[in-house]
């Protein structure tokens, strides 16, 4: 386990010329022009992004806002991000792609650490149940029905709303995954995906996943990375945990797992096998590898010397909106997995669940329950939680290094937000007002590898009408239940 990363603080230091921006804002007299080493500055650029005001992470991860910038990007890659208008020659061509951003805010693309993207078609299906009788009467029925045709329209709309809500990458963790790669691969996105298996299914559902996992990788030009998927200790045995946990090590994958979910599952896991889900995966092997646990609301106090133990890239992703509409008692600790040096990343879980695929609910709510959980309105603060929202997540998902901040070197997965609505005005702290006024329909433009997918509120890789329509088509075979079968049973 790697020690504790630093933890924004809810301020930052601001010079006294600074005293008329909101706080945490930098002038152009205080951010130097950054040139990365290894990029062609002789070629022309792809993008360039000015007068937004951009989001930005300093050397001690402490969020602060550039005004009045301009952000170059070259190869897919961000070249430089300035403030105020860049004096030095930048080579343009006629594909060169030039953004306006006055009045916007530029951030770091926001990465959904765990969903299950086709299930949007089961969106409002089962309402207001615990969740045994949502799984076993309508979720785990209905999914018995799904045909490749379903799995691929999910997809379709459900990154169609990722990118209109400002997600540049999301991590999921479902079936016919080969579908759901390719796209991903059309609308433009960036995705880490598993392919979901079950111990009933034998040794073949582990093996579909490892061969998913293996001819998918780095593929869609490298925006599409992969993960073993098995679904959650208490319908994976632990033969098959640490077989892959073997394979995982074998072949540099990430593992993602339901895990610890809920405090019941960890209090029946402690009744039947005398340990909770997370020493589960300790005695798999499964702590040593790179590992994403979705959800985490049953981990315990005696989890925390386990999890300081491990020796992997653990992180865990908090979907807190599917959390409170269960009534589940417990929430994500986040305090205490960060003092750990786990990134804890945000997350919806799959839209049947939460009903939206929308990170910045997730980003608000998860400020606002860690502030009710711990008693104390000065956790988590809006930078911590932008801090979640980017950096973070982009570390749970294995692409620490690649996205989750707007600089040099980095993937140019770049969204710009509209901060002149009314429920945004005025600004006295930008960090605040992104976290608790800003909306996802806020969101103006969506940028993946430096390629525009979305500008002025305009899908351009996927067509809405024509998907919804196809879908509502095949609706009623899909939610059909009186056949009585089940992929799995819910016990536990």
């Not at 089961?122 to 076993?136: C, K, S, T, V």
């Not at 804890?344 to 990170?359: E, F, H, I, K, Y």
Request: proline share 5%; net charge negative; charged share 20%.
């Amino acid at each position: 386990m790697t020690s504790p990363e630093p933890t924004p603080d809810a301020t930052t230091n601001t010079s006294a010329g600074d005293q008329a921006h909101p706080p945490g804002t930098k002038t152009s007299a205080d951010v130097p022009i950054d040139l990365p080493t290894g990029l062609r500055t002789d070629l022309p650029a792809d993008l360039i992004i000015t007068r937004c005001t951009a989001l930005v992470h300093d050397d001690h991860e402490q969020i602060g806002f550039v005004e009045d910038a301009t952000i170059v990007v070259r190869g897919g890659r961000i070249e430089s991000v300035t403030a105020g208008p860049v004096d030095v020659d930048v080579p343009a061509a006629e594909h060169t792609v030039r953004i306006d951003a006055q009045g916007q805010v530029a951030m770091p693309g926001l990465v959904n650490c765990h969903t299950h993207a086709p299930m949007v078609t089961l969106r409002g299906i089962a309402e207001d149940l615990p969740i045994e009788e949502w799984f076993n009467d309508f979720v785990w029925p209905i999914e018995s029905n799904l045909q490749e045709k379903d799995v691929e329209l999910g997809a379709r709309l459900a990154c169609a709303e990722m990118i209109r809500g400002g997600v540049t990458c999301f991590a999921d963790h479902y079936f016919s995954m080969d579908t759901v790669a390719a796209v991903t691969a059309e609308s433009g996105m960036r995705a880490n995906l598993g392919q979901a298996f079950f111990s009933s299914q034998g040794a073949e559902g582990r093996e579909q996943s490892l061969d998913f996992a293996l001819s998918h990788r780095d593929t869609a030009d490298g925006r599409i990375t992969t993960s073993l998927a098995p679904h959650a200790p208490y319908t994976v045995e632990d033969a098959d945990l640490a077989v892959t946990a073997q394979l995982a090590k074998e072949h540099g994958l990430l593992v993602h797992i339901h895990a610890s979910e809920n405090r019941d599952q960890a209090d029946t896991s402690l009744a039947r096998h005398g340990r909770t889900p997370i020493e589960v995966l300790a005695d798999a092997g499964l702590l040593d590898t790179d590992l994403l646990i979705a959800h985490g609301t049953g981990i315990m106090e005696r989890d925390l010397p386990v999890l300081a133990r491990a020796t992997g890239r653990i992180a865990v992703a908090s979907a807190p909106r599917g959390y409170l509409k269960f009534a589940w008692p417990t929430t994500t600790p986040v305090r205490a997995l960060r003092e750990l040096g786990i990134s804890v990343g945000l997350a919806t879980d799959g839209a049947a669940s939460n009903s939206s695929l929308d990170v910045w609910e997730s980003m608000a709510l998860t400020a606002l329950v860690q502030k009710f959980t711990e008693g104390d309105p000065r956790r988590l603060t809006s930078r911590q939680a932008l801090h979640h929202a980017t950096l973070q997540s982009a570390r749970a998902v294995g692409l620490g290094e690649e996205i989750g901040s707007l600089a040099p070197g980095r993937r140019a997965d770049i969204i710009l937000v509209d901060v002149s609505g009314p429920h945004t005005q005025p600004v006295h702290d930008l960090a605040a007002t992104l976290v608790h006024s800003a909306r996802s329909g806020d969101v103006r433009t969506t940028i993946v590898d430096g390629r525009v997918i979305m500008r002025d509120r305009e899908l351009l890789t996927l067509d809405v009408p024509a998907i919804v329509r196809e879908m509502n088509e095949r609706m009623p075979a899909l939610i059909d239940r009186s056949h009585g079968k089940r992929i799995q049973d819910y016990n536990t």
